[in-house]
């Protein structure tokens, strides 16, 4: 029995995509913190605080950013961002570091798009490009946005000063 025409070429694209997020996710469960912990490309203060400002006035990416899905305990091992909202300073650190990781797993999601060239006309690679911008895009941004607040709240006295218990 034949598959209708490109359902065979659906699903290729489907298994390229669940088979590389649960690849690339797992082996970013295994990045140790210590590689997570330093800071990379990190803006000035006042930089900072103008692009925090983009984010919420340009991007209004309050409005948008409870839908996104956190799919970091997906897999073993994995940390749900949320479950570390603490003001404590590990808390906060522990918190960039996983940001660190989900914009990694998101980077290195996006690029599989060009691997459907391999099997799909043009007109099919485009549609894998603009799925793979449309899933990573606002992930990408969501995490520089939440690594720059929590910046801005580790530059604070009292989350220096404080101490998980």
């Keep these: 029995m034949a598959l209708p025409p490109g359902l065979g070429a659906a699903l290729a694209c489907g298994a390229l995509w669940l088979g590389w997020s649960l690849l690339v996710g797992a082996a970013a469960n295994q990045l140790p913190l210590r590689w997570l912990a330093h ?6 203060q006042a930089e ?3 692009a925090l400002h983009r984010y919420e006035r340009c991007w209004q990416i309050r409005r948008w950013k409870p839908w996104i899905p956190d799919a970091g305990h997906v897999l073993p091992g994995g940390i749900r961002k949320a479950s570390l909202m603490g003001r404590d300073r590990a808390g906060l650190e522990r918190l960039l570091a996983e ?3 989900a914009e990694l797993v998101h980077w290195a999601l996006w690029p599989a798009w060009l691997v459907t060239a391999l099997w799909l ?12 911008t449309f899933f990573n895009l606002p992930c990408l941004l969501l995490q520089h946005y939440n690594r720059l607040r929590v910046r801005q709240l580790l530059r604070l006295p009292q989350a220096c000063t404080q101490t998980r218990s």
């Design 121 to 132: 006309p043009p007109r099919g690679v485009v549609i894998n490009l603009v799925f793979a």
């Design 39 to 44: 800071p990379v490309g990190e803006l000035p």
């Design 99 to 101: 940001t660190r990781r």
């Design 48 to 50: 900072a605080a103008k």
